[in-house]
């Protein structure tokens, strides 16, 4: 399996692969999103009765959704995840970790919320006990609706977990991949560039130097509208799918960069197929 050409942004991974067939990279998909771990938070603690400032006023702890609700959005929230320390082995599930689950820098991350009314309570308002890093990215993400004399105080605990636990531990979204195609163009029978221009819906095709060509080959999505008789030409332009090329993607909800969800899959691929190939040859 080769890399041509990869694409990475802080939630989002576009990779060309060549010389790789389907299987792998349906396991390579189903790893990012079933094995690639992240923080989130899953213990919540809120605080009942009243609750006051620092200038003396008091608000009722109070919300017009149930608790539940509450805790399930905070679940929900994407919480930073240093991909250093997935990939060394540092950040560890609290039941292997050496604190023994009583709780460290290792295995969790402490958050407090308070606020009061009138206001929107947002993902940004949630304070980590410790590195400011770890404050999530995404500071827009509402909770919950604060009316006037309303409060919420809140201590909430992130762990971490992988996405065949909860969906609020998957880290990797919408992964998928497809065949680039073949594009085969002859000059000579095209009849009206520019109708193939018009007619393609993924914008594949530009001019060039009074010339057709397929300057975004990696957006065509086959539907081979172009290869019409009508559009292009008897016989124009021939597309095909490559059998061993491909288009890969994926987002992540910004916990876990793609660069390290990329390498963690990896790594845990290579760990199960060592193990089978180690099962295999047991076999009498």
């Known amino acids: 399996m080769k890399i041509e050409s990869a694409n990475l942004s802080d939630?989002?991974?576009?990779?060309?692969?060549?010389?790789?067939?389907?299987?792998?990279?349906?396991a390579f998909r189903r790893a990012l999103m079933v094995d690639v771990p992240k923080m989130a938070i899953d213990k919540v603690e809120i605080h009942l009765g009243?609750?006051?400032?620092?200038?003396?006023?008091?608000?009722?702890?109070?919300?017009?959704?149930?608790?539940?609700?509450i805790a399930h959005r905070l679940g929900m929230i994407p919480v930073p995840t240093d991909g250093e320390a997935?990939?060394?082995?540092?950040?560890?599930?609290?039941?292997?970790?050496?604190?023994?689950?009583?709780?460290?820098?290792?295995?969790q991350v402490m958050y407090s919320l308070n606020k009061r009314g009138p206001a929107t309570v947002y993902s940004g308002d949630l304070e980590p006990l410790g590195d400011e890093k770890l404050k999530t990215k995404d500071a827009k993400i509402p909770i919950v609706k604060l009316t006037e004399d309303e409060g919420i105080l809140i201590y909430a605990i992130a762990h971490?977990?992988?996405?065949?636990?909860?969906?609020?531990?998957?880290?990797?979204?919408?992964?998928g991949y497809r065949p680039i195609p073949n594009i085969t163009i002859n000059q000579k029978k095209i009849n009206d560039p520019e109708r193939v221009v018009e007619n393609c819906p993924r914008k594949v095709y530009k001019i060039s130097k009074k010339s057709l060509k397929a300057m975004n080959p990696e957006a065509c999505i086959l539907c081979?509208?172009?290869?019409?008789?009508?559009?292009?030409?008897?016989?124009?332009?021939?597309?095909?799918?490559?059998?061993?090329?491909?288009?890969?993607?994926?987002?992540?909800?910004?916990?876990?960069?793609?660069?390290?969800a990329i390498l963690y899959a990896l790594k845990v691929l290579e760990a199960r197929?060592?193990?089978?190939?180690?099962?295999f040859g047991e076999l009498k």
Not at 50 to 69: V, W
Not at 86 to 107: M, R, V, Y
Not at 160 to 175: E, F, L
Not at 273 to 279: E, H, N
Request: glycine share 6%; aromatic share 10%.
């Open 11 to 26: 939630n989002r991974a576009e990779i060309i692969l060549s010389d790789v067939e389907p299987h792998l990279l349906n």
């Open 50 to 69: 009243a609750i006051s400032d620092e200038n003396g006023r008091t608000y009722e702890s109070t919300t017009p959704l149930f608790d539940e609700i």
């Open 86 to 107: 997935l990939i060394n082995g540092h950040l560890k599930p609290a039941d292997e970790c050496d604190c023994s689950g009583t709780g460290c820098q290792n295995c």
């Open 160 to 175: 971490i977990g992988t996405g065949d636990m909860h969906a609020r531990w998957q880290a990797v979204h919408a992964a």
């Open 224 to 260: 081979r509208t172009c290869e019409h008789e009508d559009i292009s030409g008897k016989d124009a332009i021939t597309v095909d799918a490559y059998t061993s090329r491909y288009f890969f993607k994926f987002e992540t909800d910004g916990a876990v960069e793609p660069k390290y």
């Open 273 to 279: 197929y060592d193990d089978f190939q180690k099962s």
